[in-house]
């Protein structure tokens, strides 16, 4: 009978995770749903637990965040258990080329350079050092290797990065302004005359120059509007609350009112009380 002690000792850690991924994968005794999975079938799980420890990040919810932070972690034990499985890789392999990866990419800190430089001037080592592995990996494309599955935000924010440092990119905010009026017209212009797909399209060149500025101005694109998204459900939950107090529903009320509590929920929310 197999030894259950770690997988039942409050203190196991680590390895008691992996045990338990181990067990569950088990094609005798264990989880018929985790038996059944694969790389794919998990992937979208992997993605939904890294935005909810974005989530609580943002709530500053940090006794949600240690709970968030497992879910993420055992995302990982379970694409390295089923890669072991298959004989790619296990846990041990994807930590110890982690580990090798931060100490190459840090010889300021575990190397024998010097660690006085600005943070602006290790970041640029950084993409040097960044550079050079893809060059390994035989990806020249300066756009290779920006991962297809990011959230459309943050890809188009990797992807602009990656060409402004091969030198295509705007000198300035100024450029990138007249290109955002520019799209705009076309966007304008292309409700009017084109079909819905052309008019998609036009508002995809608008989005992805919207997020140009972002980078110009410093802001993470993918972070404003997060941050945008929250603002909304907190204003329109006052907005609702507000209706409430009144007996009513957004849906008995209509625009003129129920704009006229947004403003309301806006001073308030700038006036602190």
Known sequence: MQDKSLIHDANGGLPRLLEIMQALRDPKTGCPWDIEQDFASIAPYTIEEAYE??????????AELRGELGDLLFQSVFHAQMASERGLFDFHDV????SDKMVARHPHVFGDQSNAKSAEQQTKDWETIKAAERAGKEQGGALDGVAVGLPALLRAQKLQKRAARVGFDWPSTDEVLDKIVEEAGELVEARETLTQTEVEEEFGDLMFVMVNLGRHLGIESETALRAANAKFTRRFGMVEAALNEKGKTPQQS?????????????LTEKSGD
């Open 53 to 62: 420890v974005a989530d609580a990040i943002e709530r500053e919810d940090y």
């Open 95 to 98: 930590a110890n080329t982690m």
């Open 254 to 266: 209509n625009l003129e009112e129920m704009d006229a509590l947004w403003d309301a929920a806006k």
